[in-house]
Every structure is written in structure tokens, then in C-alpha cells.
């Protein structure tokens, strides 16, 4: 293990708490287009809140020498002298819920300015099967001028933390690894259980490897479409269905699902890339396809079971004042990105009503420049018609929210964690 020198490229919700994460044993450079982001980084400072700033501190270097710990730059000359490149950058769709593989060309090009005899090149970012070697690996090679296998070498090991949980840190969760060769994959797992508490896997190739962390967030999305399925059957019948999944649940193989809005820039987002991989084969996925329809339309069923609820009390919907509790695309976290509390912000202010968001976490000025929507950070004292609780922030369980609803006013409960009397939940 002695030598590794690592470039983590994309220092996002992956990259930043990995190239930490490798700079308490090795060199690294954190490397980003991003100059704000490279300026807010070299400060001890990371707006994503996935790293604490004592934590970043303790391991930031302030130039790109050869000691162990973390430089961040957006100077292509400071990767340079690596032999370990790890790529974290995103992995969108486009309008059309298509792959846009755009990040990953750029960030290879990028690499392969600085390529040498020798390095292995990881791919961290979530795609279908066969991205790395069949869409990555030529560029790098065209670039380059190296050869495949013989003058470098791939690895493909998916990340699978989850922004905003403390438990489940990037060192606490078992990674998949793989490699272009037997024996490089050997070397890549070696290279991640070298900080990796909680073990490796080392995958066969790096297209299964690929494949275990597409599925693995298809998977979820699935199982999460058949939950919100079975919400609009249980509501049209009147049974509760959190009651009946408690019930159901008390199976010994019944899976722990909740009805909700799937949000972000993994589960609502990588289904596609597998998707659109089954299509370019010649299969058309039903089940998966299903699910993300499912899903994806969820916002709009919130909006119409809360109107449905203030037409019952004699509520007047024009001008009705209503309360959205987060805005975020999942609890405890400042990401908006794909947040589907938009979709029931949108639906609901097609009804003519106004919509306060109140969200501890989101940074007004990002929810402006996505969405043209105004946030507040502080708990609005007034009296509202109705109060929507979109993400389980925990800010929100402590609030008294009753007291901030007219008589006969709605509170209705998307992630079903309000412990009193709700008027209605998913
Ligand atoms: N966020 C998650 O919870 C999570 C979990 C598991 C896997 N993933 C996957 O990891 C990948 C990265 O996700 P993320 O959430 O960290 O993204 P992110 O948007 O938080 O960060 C990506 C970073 O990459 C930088 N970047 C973009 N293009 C670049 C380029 N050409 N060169 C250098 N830097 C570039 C951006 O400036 C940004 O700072 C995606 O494929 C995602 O699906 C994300």
C-alpha cells in the first residue's frame, strides 16, 4: 500500500466525506470545477453538512505536498503527480428521464490529461452496466494515448451513504468493489478496506458491481411504488395504512416499507439508468418503469387528498392559507435537488391558495435559484387553514403544530410520524 497517492474528482455529497475519509492514511487531492466550492472546502468549511469542520480541519493541508492528508483544488496540475483517481461526480437524467452522462465524459477527459502508465482510474458515480469500461474507458484511452489493461487499468466501486445520517457514515457501510482485471480488483479492495471499517465485497467485474448498485436503489424504489399503491387503495376504503403495514409487518418476511414522496438524485433518478439500459437491449421493463409512475405521482395525490380534506371542513379554498413543513428532498438535510415536496407546493398553489414553506435545513437562496419559490427558516407564528409536513425534519416533532391551525384546520401528515391525532397521512 505504500505509494497510493489518490485524486478524488467531485467533491459533492460522495466525493468530499471519501477523499476525508482516505486523507486520515493517504495523500489525496480533492479535486472540483467548482472554485466556491474548492474556497468554501479549503476554509474547514462544507455547506453539504455530510463532513463536521473539525473533522475537515483535522485533515486539510493547505498545498498539494506529498504528506498524508487533504489538499482541495480545481487546478488540473495538482493531480498530476496521483496514481489512484476515484470519480464522484453526479449522475443526472435529462428532461426526457434519460442517463446524461455529461459529468462523467468531462471528469474522464479530465483524468486522462493527467493519465501515466500504471494508474487505475475508479468510478464511483451511479450508472446502468457497462458505463465504465464501454462509455468511460475510451475516453480516457482516446485522450490519453494509454492503452486499456495494459498501460492503466478501471475500478468501479458504487457509494451507497446517505446524506444527513451520522450513523451510517461512509466508513460504516460495506463497500462493493471492483477492478479491470482479477488483479487490480484485488488492489481496489485493498485500497477500500484499508479505511473501510465495515468491510468489502469484491464483485467478480466491475459490470456487477455496476449492476448491484443500480438495482439496489431500483429495488427501493419498487417496494416504495407498492406501499404509495397500497395508500390510495387503503384511503379510497377508509383504513389506515400505516395500521395495516404496523399489522402486515409483524411477519417474520414482510419488508418495512412507508408510503412517501421519493425525491433526490439516487432512488427517483436511477431506475431510469437501468431502465433505459433494458431498452437499449431490446427489453422494455414493465415493473420498474411502474414504479417510478408511481412515485412520480405522489406529489400531485398529496395535494388533492389535503383540498379533498379542507372542502370537507368548509374550508374555502381560494387565498386558504397553508403551511408546508419542508422543502428538502429528505430529513435532516440541506439537498433540494428533485425534492417532491415542490410537486405538492406546485399542485396545491394551482388551487389558488398560499403556500408558506417553512424548512429549517434548505438554504432559501438555493430554493429560489431552483424552484422560484420563497422559503422561510424560521416557524411562522400565525394561523393557517391547513399544515402539510412533507419531510420528517426533526425540528418538526417538537413543535406544538395544532396551535398554529384555525378550528376545523387540516394537518395532514406525509411521513406519518406526528404522534397526535392527524386529519389525515399517507
Ligand atoms: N448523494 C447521495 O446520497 C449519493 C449516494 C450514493 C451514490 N451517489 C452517486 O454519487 C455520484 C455523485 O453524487 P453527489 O450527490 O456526490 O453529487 P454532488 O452534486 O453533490 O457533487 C458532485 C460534485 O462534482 C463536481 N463536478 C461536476 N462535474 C465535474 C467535473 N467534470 N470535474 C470535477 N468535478 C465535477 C460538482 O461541482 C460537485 O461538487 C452520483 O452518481 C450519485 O448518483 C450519491
Redesign the pocket.
Known amino acids: 500500500m505504500k505509494d497510493i497517492k489518490i485524486a478524488v474528482?467531485?467533491?459533492?455529497?460522495?466525493?468530499?466525506p471519501l477523499a476525508r475519509l482516505f486523507a486520515t492514511k493517504y495523500n489525496v487531492v480533492g479535486?472540483?470545477?467548482?472554485q466556491n466550492?474548492i474556497d468554501e472546502l479549503q476554509q474547514g468549511k462544507d455547506s453539504?453538512l455530510e463532513v463536521e469542520e473539525d473533522v475537515l480541519q483535522s485533515v486539510l493541508k493547505n498545498r498539494p505536498d506529498n504528506n498524508i492528508g487533504l489538499f482541495c483544488s480545481?487546478n488540473i496540475d495538482d493531480i498530476k503527480n496521483y496514481n489512484y483517481y476515484v470519480?464522484?461526480?453526479?449522475?443526472?437524467i435529462d428532461k426526457n428521464n434519460r442517463p446524461d452522462l455529461?459529468?462523467?465524459y468531462?471528469?474522464s477527459?479530465?483524468v486522462a490529461k493527467v493519465l501515466k502508465k500504471g494508474d487505475i482510474v475508479i468510478y464511483?458515480?451511479?450508472?446502468y452496466p457497462g458505463v465504465t469500461e464501454d462509455e468511460c474507458v475510451p475516453v480516457l484511452e482516446k485522450i490519453s494515448g494509454l492503452k486499456f489493461n495494459v498501460d492503466f487499468y478501471a475500478g468501479y466501486s458504487?457509494?451507497?451513504?446517505?446524506?444527513g445520517d451520522k450513523l451510517h457514515t461512509v466508513d460504516k457501510i460495506l463497500k462493493v468493489t471492483a477492478g479491470s482485471t482479477p488483479e487490480i480488483g484485488k488492489k481496489v479492495d485493498a485500497l477500500y478496506a484499508s479505511v473501510i471499517t465495515a468491510g468489502t465485497h469484491l464483485a467478480p467485474t466491475i459490470k456487477v458491481a455496476e449492476a448491484a448498485?443500480v438495482i439496489e436503489?431500483s429495488q427501493r424504489d419498487i417496494n416504495i411504488a407498492f406501499v404509495n399503491e397500497l395508500a390510495k387503495i387503503f384511503n379510497l376504503m377508509d383504513i389506515d395504512t400505516h395500521a395495516v403495514l404496523e399489522a402486515a409487518g409483524t411477519k417474520w418476511n414482510f419488508l418495512p416499507f412507508k408510503p412517501g414522496l421519493v425525491g433526490?438524485?439516487?432512488i427517483g433518478?436511477?431506475p431510469y439508468y437501468l431502465a433505459q439500459k433494458a431498452q437499449e437491449v431490446g427489453y422494455h421493463p414493465e415493473i420498474i418503469l411502474a414504479g417510478r409512475r408511481v412515485n412520480d405521482s405522489m406529489g400531485q395525490y398529496v395535494a388533492s387528498e389535503v383540498i379533498k380534506l379542507m372542502v370537507k371542513n368548509d374550508i374555502k379554498i381560494k387565498n386558504a392559507k397553508i403551511l408546508i413543513l419542508g422543502i428538502t428532498f429528505k430529513e435532516n438535510c440541506p439537498?433540494v435537488?428533485n425534492t417532491k415536496a415542490v410537486d405538492v407546493i406546485n399542485q396545491l398553489k394551482s388551487y389558488g391558495t398560499n403556500v408558506t414553506i417553512y424548512d429549517p435545513w434548505a438554504k432559501p437562496e438555493e430554493v429560489k435559484h431552483e424552484y422560484g419559490l420563497e422559503t422561510v427558516r424560521k416557524l411562522p407564528r400565525q394561523t393557517f387553514d391547513a399544515i402539510v409536513l412533507t419531510v420528517a425534519h426533526k425540528e418538526f416533532l417538537k413543535e406544538d403544530l395544532k396551535s398554529l391551525l384555525r378550528p376545523n384546520g387540516i394537518l395532514y401528515d406525509v411521513k406519518g410520524i406526528l404522534s397526535e391525532n392527524v386529519s389525515g397521512r399517507l
Open positions: 474528482i467531485g467533491l459533492g455529497y460522495v466525493g468530499l479535486f472540483d470545477i467548482n466550492r453539504t480545481s470519480i464522484t461526480v453526479p449522475t443526472p455529461t459529468p462523467l468531462k471528469s477527459e479530465t464511483e458515480s451511479t450508472v458504487p457509494e451507497r451513504i446517505n446524506p448498485k436503489n433526490g438524485h439516487c433518478v436511477d439537498d435537488r
